[in-house]
Every structure is written in structure tokens, then in C-alpha cells.
């Protein structure tokens, strides 16, 4: 049996592939899809596992070259200064690039796998439900192990973005860099930087200092974490306003190496793409949030905090109490929208691999989907079903 064969990991939108514990691991990109924390949705994408495989392959390409850094920074160092970002980062990105865990995308029985580093997985654990999660403690060297954190970007406040629900704590918002509450549609001037969890049940948002504490990060290393995720996402917000395309928000993830007495070394994992990414041509998204924005007007999403709230008084998961309880399971996508959605994989995918490859860019296969997804979003509302 090959290694990819074997399945370590068998989540909703991806199976991780290998041996556990070891390296390499393959991801396979299916074409379901999820909304919402929901798990599979009933309905799948065409072509869209290949695409994201391709885009992240694409992606982790052009992170890591470090001519295109060195260029890049040589017409950005003023902005990168005020940014209060170190000569290292840009030294070290000019020099050697971002490095990743991608090694290649390889063909194979379940389609294109792409095939990476394996890292360590510390899971955190806890007695009970009732009870916090425990961390453990800090243990040097730390080679290659998954930071427990997702670390979230933004370069904007887009209608719908979980900021808002934020806007209200100023010393948080003071401590990720904004003097005034965001408002929605609100660019800011620079990337700002937010963490959440990783490894739990549920994501949840942390300040810096619980961010610092999980991740068993020092004072320098946490800086340089945040100032490099500032600096990356300063970099796809350049490169796809050259595609004609906005860039809001998206999350990074990492494995760090930590020896004692030494700075650590921060590795890109997981994905890139149009499922961690939100990005948008003339108001319409061209990512998930697309779906996202479909099913917010089911019966289904208005359920979910009914659902969510039972579940704690029930002790069962919110999905089994929607599905159980209150009936209602999430409706299958219209046609046409479905077929669209689609298409936002596969169109990224060209546009992005003609960028970085330097081919020819036809900016009318993105103003045409464009235009139809706007059309189709249009007749959301008289969807019998749907609202």
C-alpha cells in the first residue's frame, strides 16, 4: 500500500493522507464544501478540489520566491517601515522567501494530492467540557510543531466580517492597531492582525497575550509572527488589486521551530486559497463567502442560534440538535448558483496560475463571471425554499 493510500485524517472539505506521525502527508482537496461549522454540505462543487490543489500549489509558489520579494520590498520599504516591520523580515523574505511546507502536487487515484512536510500536533486537552483547555508547557527545542493558533489578517471591514461584532471593546481593537471603532466597507491603511484557536472544538478569538501564552511565543518571536502576517498580507492584497480583485481578510496557519536562546523560525502551512481568503470584484465575493451569503437567507441559518443555544443546554453537538430536534437540515443549492460557484474555483485558478506564470490575462473571463454572479445573487429572495 502507498502512503498516500492511507487516510490519517477524514475532515468535510479535505482528507489528510499518510502515515501518522510522519512525513510526508498528502492533501486531498474534495470537491464538497462547508458552511457556517456545519460539516459536508449536501451539495458539491465541480472541479473545485483540483482547483484549490492548483491554487495552493500556485500560491506557495510565489510566496517563497525571494526575487519577487526583493522586488516587492525595494518599492514597499518606506510603507514596510512605517509598518514598524524589521530589517530581518525583509532581509530574510529577500534572501530566502517564505518558506513552506508544500513540496509538489502529485496525480494519483484520488485526483491531485498535494504533498507536504508533516508537522507535529501537540493537541491541547481538558477534564471536561466545563473545564479550560491546558496547553502544557514550554519544552525546548520545539522542532517543526503546529502553532495552536490561526492567525487572522485584514485589510478591511467588509459587510459581514466578524469585526463588527467586536467594535465595541476599544482596548482590543486599540491592542490590533485601530484608534476608532471599524466600519463596515472601512479600508484600513495597513494589515491588521487578530489569533484565534486552532486545536479546540470551537475557534475562538484571543487577545495577544492568551495568543502568546498557548503558543509558548516570547516577546520577539510573537512580534515577528505578527509583523511577518502583516507583511504577507500586504503582499496578496497587492498582487490580486493587480487582478483587478479586492482582498479583505484571510487566515494564515504555521509550524515553528524554537531553540532557546534563538529566534524562531515560523514554516506557511495548511492552504491558500479562495476557502481562507475573502476577496471581491465590484462587491461580489469570489470566495465561500459567496455561499455563505446564499444560505444566510435560509430557514436553516436563521436556526443555527436557536440550535447552538439548545445544544448547550442538551450537551449534544448543534448540528445533531438542527437535524434532530428542530427538523431542518440545509437546502441544496440552486442550479445556477451551484454552477457558478463552481466557477469562482476554476476561474481564480486560471487567473492566479497566468499571474504567476507570467502567461496572457483575459480580464473578460473575470468581468463576465462577475456579472453573472450578480444576476444570480439578484433572484436569491423569490428562491421557493431558500427564504
Known amino acids: ?210 495568543a502568546k501564552k498557548i503558543s509558548h511565543l516570547d516577546d520577539d518571536d510573537f512580534f515577528h509572527l505578527e509583523s511577518l502576517v502583516k507583511v504577507m498580507a500586504l503582499r496578496l492584497k497587492d498582487f490580486f488589486s493587480e487582478l483587478g480583485l479586492t482582498l479583505w481578510d484571510g487566515k494564515f496557519e504555521f509550524s515553528y521551530s524554537k531553540y532557546l536562546e534563538k529566534p524562531a523560525l515560523f514554516v506557511l502551512v495548511d492552504s491558500i486559497g479562495p476557502d481562507e481568503l475573502r476577496i471581491t470584484k465590484d462587491g461580489i465575493h469570489l470566495s465561500k463567502e459567496y455561499l455563505r451569503q446564499y444560505y444566510k437567507l435560509s430557514t436553516w441559518s436563521e436556526k443555527i442560534a436557536q440550535a447552538q443555544s439548545l445544544s448547550k443546554e442538551l450537551g449534544l453537538p448543534w448540528q445533531k440538535v438542527m437535524e434532530d430536534k428542530l427538523m431542518c437540515s440545509p437546502p441544496l443549492l440552486e442550479k445556477e448558483t451551484k454552477k457558478l460557484a463552481s466557477q469562482i474555483y476554476t476561474v481564480l485558478d486560471q487567473l492566479i496560475t497566468q499571474k504567476i506564470e507570467g502567461a496572457q490575462i483575459d480580464p473578460k473571463i473575470l468581468s463576465d463571471l462577475v456579472h453573472k454572479l450578480q444576476k444570480n445573487q439578484s433572484k436569491w429572495s423569490s428562491i421557493e425554499g431558500l427564504s
Open 1 to 210: 500500500m502507498k502512503d498516500y493510500e492511507r487516510v490519517i485524517y477524514e475532515g468535510s472539505v479535505k482528507t489528510v493522507r499518510g502515515l501518522k506521525g510522519g512525513s510526508p502527508v498528502y492533501f486531498e482537496f474534495s470537491d464538497d464544501f462547508s458552511v457556517f461549522d456545519w460539516g459536508k454540505m449536501p451539495d458539491s462543487l465541480g472541479k473545485k478540489g483540483a482547483a484549490l490543489s492548483s491554487i495552493a500549489h500556485q500560491m506557495f509558489k510565489y510566496l517563497s520566491d525571494p526575487i519577487g520579494w526583493d522586488a516587492w520590498i525595494r518599492l514597499n520599504r518606506v510603507s514596510l517601515r512605517e509598518m514598524k516591520v524589521s530589517q530581518k523580515i525583509m532581509d530574510d523574505l529577500s534572501t530566502h522567501g517564505q518558506s513552506s511546507h508544500f513540496l509538489e502536487i502529485i496525480g494519483s487515484e484520488f485526483g491531485p494530492l498535494l504533498k507536504v512536510k508533516g508537522a507535529e500536533v501537540r493537541r491541547p486537552r481538558r477534564e471536561s467540557p466545563a473545564k479550560p483547555y491546558e496547553y502544557g508547557s514550554a519544552d525546548f527545542p520545539i522542532l517543526n510543531r503546529l502553532l495552536p493558533l490561526e492567525v487572522i489578517f485584514r485589510t478591511g471591514c467588509p459587510k459581514g466580517s466578524s469585526l463588527l461584532k467586536r467594535s465595541s471593546d476599544l482596548p482590543y481593537l486599540k491592542s490590533i492597531g485601530l484608534t476608532t471603532p471599524p466600519k463596515e466597507g472601512e479600508s484600513f491603511e495597513y494589515p491588521i492582525v487578530e489569533f484565534s484557536t486552532k486545536l479546540e472544538d470551537k475557534d475562538r478569538y484571543l487577545d495577544k497575550a492568551q
